[in-house]
């Protein structure tokens, strides 16, 4: 374990000097990554960052435009090509299983941002580990127009891992895959462990203001061409009220309904039918006690069991609470985070599944991130310990 440890540190340590570039949407803004981005840093959101993603990404700063002198036209393109690359290497050892370095777990190029006032865009080519290949991971092209305080978006998307939360998400709590403050997602996200990190297709409709926001999506657990379908149902309701200097989210999301597609071209055979009723509630504050930068998250999700769901087939209902606590030591620098989750998986035995985690992450730029976790599982007869190791930068 030692060996592995050191090797990674080593190779992290090599790859953060060389990194020193903005994100795309860094470079759009003309501003740093944490105008966006919270206290825990990257993906966290700040008020600010909800407001550019509800934009669509079409917020400009100081980066130059392209527009027609025929305002007929509406023409209105940034000067320059948003792009960003990001990677990720991670290094796994626990009690009972083999060592795995992945390099990488994740790599991707992503191209995102305005494409004229009202459209915007979110496009990720990426690498899957498990397959060995590139290929669209994500695709968002948010359309979006606002009223005084209020902001309409209509979002066609589709993934390969982030649920139909894709359409549109601002907190977090891991309410959607990529927003999460530790990688163990699992573990510090109740939504993550009933299983709505799947692929999606769909098209989804948001309303959001500073105070609140809901969504709504038709889709379907997929990610490619489809045939003969039937949509399932997505909605999410949220609450960003500011108390004091606390930035504070609560909301819920429910899934619903019976997702119908055709699984081959030949029409020959029954429309695949995959079930999706489960339910989450959320809530996350972000603040400071005596000037030392505090949050805390709690998660609690449950999937109905069904033979025919994507979430759970078991025997009885799968459900999990989690908690995480996470300092600042150094406001978007370094911080140590502790969580728990009380969870059931839903089998007729061992159905109880907690887990303890301890934390700790460290910013050597602001879009270079290493972080290291232990998890104690303390439920199961082996691998109750895993220790793992990440560095993520995007530039």
Partial sequence: MLRLYISVITVL???????????????QMGVSCNTCHSQNAYPSLNAFGRQFKASGYTMLGKQGMIESSDKKNF???????????????????????????????E??????????????????????????????????LPITYTLENYTLGFV??????????????????????NARVLEERKVISAQQYIGTASEAEGLGLYLYTDMWNIVYSAWVPTNGT????????????????????????FGGQAWWGTAKRDHDDSGLTPRLEEKTDAFALDFQAMGSINELPLSFFV?????????????NKGVNTKSAITFLSEVAISPSVFMLSAGYRDANNGKASDASDDAGIIGIKYFFM???EFQLDYTHYLDQSVNNNQVLFMLYSAF
């Fill in 156 to 177: 066609p998307y589709r993934t390969d891992g982030f649920g139909p939360s894709a359409s549109f998400e601002v907190l977090n709590t891991g309410a959607v895959r």
């Fill in 13 to 27: 340590m090599s790859l953060a000097s060389s990194v020193y570039a903005m994100p795309s949407f860094a470079r």
């Fill in 226 to 249: 489809i045939n003969d379908y039937a949509p399932a149902n997505y909605a999410r309701v949220v609450l960003t009220p500011r108390l004091g200097e606390w930035d504070i989210g």
């Fill in 366 to 368: 602001e879009n270079v």
């Fill in 299 to 311: 998660t609690y999700a449950s999937a109905e069991n069904d033979p025919l769901s994507i979430y």
């Fill in 75 to 105: 023409l209105s393109l940034p000067e320059t090509l948003n792009a960003s690359f990001v990677v990720k290497i991670r290094g796994k050892d626990g009690d009972g299983s083999a060592r795995k370095l992945e390099f990488p777990d």
């Fill in 107 to 140: 790599a991707a190029v992503v191209i995102g941002g305005r494409i004229s006032e009202h459209v915007g865009s979110f496009i990720e080519v990426g690498y899957d580990s498990a397959d060995d290949k590139f290929g669209l991971a994500n695709f968002k």
